[in-house]
């Protein structure tokens, strides 16, 4: 039994590790001591398994386990930043501004209040990040006001809980920001990678709601005359709009030569900056120019897209990374608030005190990961869930089948930070070995996971919504109606569709990889056969010194000025036969000495191969004087060249 034990000591660890959450203890705590636990256990059994590496001097590794990977980790700072950003917006009253505009823009289509909470979900989704921020500020705004005018309740809870998660998924994502960490990879390239899905979970919302209001209308009716306080204006709106594209692609054009990247998103921006100046002109000076309601459309809508381009805009420009998006978010986000007045002290306690709290408890998560790591790692666990995972038939695809299959159901139990500290670092390295793309695979886990938050019965922005949605029959303070209380049923039915929509959504991007990947740089394809080598040209050669001395056509074949190898020029004695006499010497030579004694260019003497040790120059065809060599050969016939004894150096003359 003992044996069996310390063979198995890794899925061991793991089944304890479940049933410690599932009997509801804290999840940073059940990891921590979990780990320990079976740190012990695997000491005294590592003489009984050759797959435990477990000793006691290993613990040593756990401060530079906390200090290094988790302390100084700069991405991980990214998360309070952008949970201030979200809770300064929430607070801040941007929210009801958003949901009343958009609300009034689509009032009159069937289902326009709830393509406004889809789109005031996105942009909230975009600028907080915070899911529990965005239901409960919809929840409390949109709610009644859906409920009023006889939206079904399934479908208005549904819609606020979906729209609500999209902050999962849509950067600047904590989930986002989490996954990259856990995964290795970059977080400016997982919020790239995730962009594109997470536009296309929304128009799928959008999809949803509008195939309901044309096969049930009365599930979601448009608003009433009296209802649209802003009145009329879409013309305007659409002019304004097209004056926009219209700017944005000029200003592109100009700048498609002058910047190096960023040229679309620097006329985007200088077309929005164009229309928000003509709306404040208007407002102030109560100019024709534009319709009330597009005026106060634009004024409402521009701010927090300017803070989305200052945080997305610079990270995907290049800029800043992401924990400077996030500082820069802040900032936004505290100018904003004091903008609209709404800064104060009491605002500022209460976004540090919620920041405080979250920040630490995904710091001690991740504390209780990491010593759980160290005694699963040291069972060599991570091996048998790579071989578990790997061994799945179907390959790729299986696996990522499985894999989101596993993600799914634990979700029903844990949240996404569980599941990022607990499951993602046991799938990485699986994927990895397969060969699939792990931005790609952080996406699909990021889409799975967010239906962790709508899942019955612990979806946590269920608990969000039931906690600021109505328990007992109140009176409508507008109608003046008595209104029935929204019950727990009905909130978990209507998430259902929209957790199948999730679904939906996580086997697209399984099918269409394309819409994750076109992260990457695009590198152009260049066919083999058209590759051709050129060898650089040179004027007169490489440039290397002649071997005559200094004559004439060395110095033109002599750019780099180095000195003649000082042998005999062509035509004089000792020199090789069959050629014709070296012009006369360009530069100046010293009265009674020949011409090959000339100097070069650098003033350096030639080098004479044909000098004799002891400085002494051997008379014209005579071998050089080597006393400790053998006999010297006999000398050269007349006309040919003398000798050279390659045994000894040449000396400089």
Same mark, same amino acid.
């Given at each position: 039994?003992?044996?069996?034990? @310390?063979? =198995?000591?890794?899925?061991?660890?793991?089944?304890?590790?479940?049933?410690f959450l599932l009997l509801g203890y804290p999840v940073a705590f059940s990891l921590a001591a979990n780990g320990l636990l079976f740190f012990i256990i695997g000491v005294e059994l590592a003489p009984l398994s050759p797959d435990i590496n477990l000793f006691w001097p290993l613990l040593g590794a756990l401060p530079d386990r906390f200090f290094g990977g988790v302390m100084a980790n700069e991405t991980l700072l990214a998360i309070p930043f952008?949970? #201030?950003?979200?809770?300064?917006l929430e607070r801040s009253g941007m929210a009801e501004d958003l949901l009343d505009t958009i609300g009034q823009l689509f009032g009159p289509l069937r289902g326009g209040l709830a393509y406004a909470v889809i789109f005031v979900g996105a942009l909230l989704a975009a600028t907080t990040g915070v899911v529990a921020a965005s239901v409960i500020a919809?929840?409390?705004?949109?709610?009644?006001?859906?409920?009023?005018?006889?939206? %079904?309740?399934?479908l208005a809870s549904g819609v606020i809980v979906a729209s609500g998660t999209l902050a999962q998924i849509i950067p600047p994502s904590l989930v986002l920001i989490v996954l990259a960490d856990q995964l290795g990879r970059s977080v400016g390239d997982m919020y790239s990678g995730a962009l594109v899905p997470a536009l296309v979970l929304t128009g799928l919302y959008v999809g949803y709601v509008f195939?309901?209001?044309?096969?049930?209308? =009365?599930? $979601?009716?448009?608003?009433?005359?009296?209802?649209?306080?802003?009145?009329?204006?879409?013309?305007?709106? @659409?002019? @304004?709009a097209a004056a926009a594209v219209v700017i944005a692609y000029a200003t592109t054009q100009y700048l498609e030569s002058r910047v190096a990247n960023g040229a679309g998103i620097w006329g985007a921006t200088v077309a929005v900056l164009v229309v928000y100046v003509v709306a404040i002109l208007n407002k102030a000076l109560k100019l024709p120019?534009?319709?009330?309601?597009?005026?106060? *459309?634009i004024i409402v809508l521009i701010p927090p897209l300017a803070l989305i381009f200052l945080v997305l805009g610079t990270i995907f420009l290049g800029v800043a990374t992401p924990t400077e998006g996030g500082a820069m978010g802040a900032v936004g986000a505290l100018v904003l608030a004091f903008g609209k007045r709404k800064l104060n002290l009491s605002l500022m306690t209460q976004a540090m005190e919620s920041t405080t709290k979250l920040s630490a408890f995904v710091l001690f998560i991740l504390i209780g990961a990491r010593v759980f790591s160290l005694t699963f790692y040291g069972v060599n666990g991570h091996i048998w869930v790579e071989e578990l995972l790997t061994s799945v038939p179907g390959g790729e695809t299986g696996f990522l089948i *499985?894999? =989101?299959?596993?993600?799914?159901?634990?979700? #029903? #139990?844990? %949240?996404? #930070?569980?599941? @990022?500290?607990?499951? *993602?670092?046991?799938?990485?390295?699986? $994927? %990895?070995k397969l060969g699939i793309d792990l931005i790609w695979f952080g996406v699909l886990l990021g889409l799975n996971m967010q239906t962790s938050f709508m899942h019955p019965p612990f979806?946590?922005?269920?608990?969000?919504?039931?906690? *600021?949605?109505a328990r007992v029959p109140y009176l409508d303070r507008i109608t003046g109606k008595r209104m029935e209380p929204i019950t727990t049923g009905q909130i978990y039915w209507g998430a259902v569709p929209f957790v199948c929509i999730q679904v939906l959504m996580v086997a697209l991007t399984i099918m269409f990889p394309q819409m994750v990947m076109r992260y990457k740089t695009e590198v152009p394809q260049m066919d083999p056969s058209e590759i051709r080598l050129q060898m650089p040209s040179f004027d007169g050669g490489l440039g290397l010194p002649p071997l005559g001395g200094a004559s004439g056509t060395g110095q033109q074949n002599n750019p780099l000025g180095l000195p003649p190898l000082g042998l005999p020029p062509i035509g004089e004695p000792g020199a090789p036969a069959g050629g014709q006499p070296a012009p006369a010497p360009s530069n100046t030579t010293t009265p009674g000495q020949p011409p090959s004694a000339a100097q070069p260019a650098f003033g350096l003497p030639p080098l004479d191969f044909n000098a004799a040790p002891g400085g002494q120059a051997p008379a014209t065809g005579a071998a050089p004087a080597n006393p400790a060599a053998e006999p010297a050969s006999p000398p050269a016939p007349a006309g040919q060249p003398a000798p050279v004894d390659l045994s000894q150096p040449p000396t400089i003359q």
């Open positions: 039994m003992i044996e069996f034990i @310390a063979h =198995n000591l890794a899925p061991i660890m793991f089944g304890s590790l479940v049933i952008f949970t #201030f950003m979200g809770l300064i919809m929840g409390l705004i949109s709610l009644p006001i859906m409920l009023r005018y006889g939206y %079904d309740r399934q195939i309901l209001t044309m096969l049930r209308p =009365n599930v $979601a009716p448009a608003l009433p005359p009296e209802a649209r306080t802003l009145g009329r204006g879409v013309t305007s709106l @659409a002019i @304004a120019l534009m319709s009330y309601l597009t005026q106060q *459309v *499985v894999v =989101n299959i596993l993600v799914f159901f634990l979700a #029903f #139990f844990l %949240d996404f #930070f569980e599941l @990022a500290f607990i499951i *993602v670092p046991l799938l990485a390295p699986a $994927a %990895d979806g946590f922005a269920l608990f969000y919504l039931r906690s *600021v949605a």
